[in-house]
């Protein structure tokens, strides 16, 4: 089955700076990798997602990368703000029997003001 | 509802009692999803339902934990003889099928003393 890898696992940066969450995933027949914010105390949301078919996708501040070769993809996020504080998972869905929807570990993203 | 629905919210229990947790998706939705979050952990994946296929049960972490889906809407995870690792919050998704946003509920904080 699918298998997800994150890193960083916590990631301190300063207000104004970029942040970068990389992904690595196991099943090559992955074919959508989304990812999602979870503030403190609420629900994970999505914030962006991208299909195979593609190799960047960008939105506003954030933007998401993939490399289908080495199976990684990346989280970008430029000119940080505080609100941007939160706990953000990667995850990736095969191919498989079922499709089901697989989470990274999640990176603890700090922007400090 | 406008939403996916939990309950309960919250559910403090003692040791080898048997929960039940509710889930109540986004009408139309045809796949639904458990997720258990760890204190400050990820998003492990516990069991999926698509539509009327057999459910992917393969993230239960024992045979103590079960779940249903009737009439393809609402959902019930049940935890039998419940153990203080159990204590977590349970989260559900559901989402249109395979490949689109997933929409989280509140999530149910249970907690096994």
């Keep these: 089955g699918e298998n997800v890898e994150q890193h960083p696992s916590t990631l301190s940066v300063q207000e104004g700076d970029s942040a970068v969450i990389k992904c690595t995933y196991s099943d090559s027949a992955s074919n959508y990798f989304p990812w999602y914010k979870q503030e ?3 629900r994970p949301q999505l914030i962006i997602d991208i299909r195979s078919n593609v190799g960047e996708k960008k939105d506003q501040r954030i933007a998401v990368t993939l490399n289908k070769t080495a199976k990684h993809f990346s989280l970008h996020i430029t000119e940080t703000q505080p609100e941007d504080s939160a706990v953000y998972f990667c995850a990736a869905i095969g191919r498989g029997a079922t499709n089901k ?3 990274g570990t999640g990176t603890l993203l700090a922007v400090q003001p | 509802g406008a939403g996916v629905s939990q309950s309960p919210s919250n559910k ?4 080898g009692k048997d929960v039940e947790l509710r889930c109540d998706p986004i009408s139309g939705h045809t796949a639904l999803y458990w997720y258990r979050q760890s204190l400050g952990q990820g998003l492990e994946f516990l069991i999926y339902f698509q539509g009327n296929s057999a459910p992917d049960k393969s993230g ?3 045979d103590r934990f079960s779940a249903e889906r009737t009439g393809g809407s609402v959902s019930t995870l049940t935890i039998q ?3 203080q690792e159990d ?3 349970y989260l559900c998704a559901s989402t249109t099928g395979s490949g689109g946003e997933l929409f989280f509920g509140e999530g149910s904080r249970l907690t096994v003393l």
């Design chain 2, 12 to 15: 403090v229990t003692e040791k």
């Design chain 2, 81 to 83: 003889r419940t153990q």
């Design chain 1, 101 to 103: 929807l697989i989470f």
């Design chain 1, 40 to 42: 403190l105390g609420k």
């Design chain 2, 87 to 89: 204590s977590a919050v």
């Design chain 2, 60 to 62: 239960l972490p024992s």
